[in-house]
């Protein structure tokens, strides 16, 4: 008994601080929608159900811009029920502990057009904005003690961005979300951070 009411009190204590709304993981056959639920101990990836074909988030991950818009984001009260040792235990999702984490990555990059992106990039070129899409690649040992690599976009959801564009361009509004997000994990992985 004494065990059980241990394990209650370590969860009892872990806290919840933020959540990032939305990253893309990419995939061969299909890439994969999560929110990051990050907690004092812990980063814990929650898929999202699909509601986008394969085609359209590769494209999302290419422009660092959702396309389309009518997605609401999760918040930190929709976690608020959920049990924490759950969602880690939950196959489905990716629960990565702070001190199991090696290095944190983020790079920007330019995306490469292709042809049948011609009409995307004409639009970007007369808005007059260039833009960059961030992404993190977070290596950690996994249960086995293995290095392991996780690598995810930053693609706001389009109700995120919409709201933003009336007063920001487009680099801003990216560059924000992602340095928003590398804020979050500065807080939990203070060390563990290489370059940004």
Do not use: C
């Amino acid at each position: 008994m004494m065990y059980e009411t241990g394990e209650e009190s370590y969860a009892a204590h872990e806290r919840r601080l933020a959540l990032v709304h939305r990253v893309i993981v990419p995939d061969k056959d299909y890439p994969k929608e999560y929110v990051i639920l990050v907690t004092d101990r812990r980063s814990i990836f929650i898929p999202q159900r699909k509601t986008r074909s394969s085609f359209v988030l590769r494209g999302e991950m290419r422009y660092g811009t959702a396309l389309v818009t009518d997605v609401e984001p999760r918040t930190l009260e929709d976690y608020e029920q959920t049990s924490l040792e759950w969602l880690a235990a939950d196959a489905s999702n990716i629960a990565i502990p702070h001190d199991a984490v090696i290095s944190l990555f983020m790079t920007k990059g330019e995306p490469k057009f292709r042809l049948r992106d011609f009409f995307v990039w004409l639009t970007m070129r007369r808005q007059g904005h260039k833009f960059h899409v961030y992404d993190f690649e977070m290596n950690y040992r996994d249960n086995a003690n293995l290095e392991t690599r996780i690598r995810f976009y930053m693609v706001p959801l389009g109700v995120y961005f919409k709201t933003r564009r009336q007063t920001q361009t487009r680099e801003t509004i990216l560059r924000e979300y992602a340095m928003d997000a590398l804020q979050i994990f500065q807080k939990v992985l203070p060390n563990r951070i290489i370059s940004s």
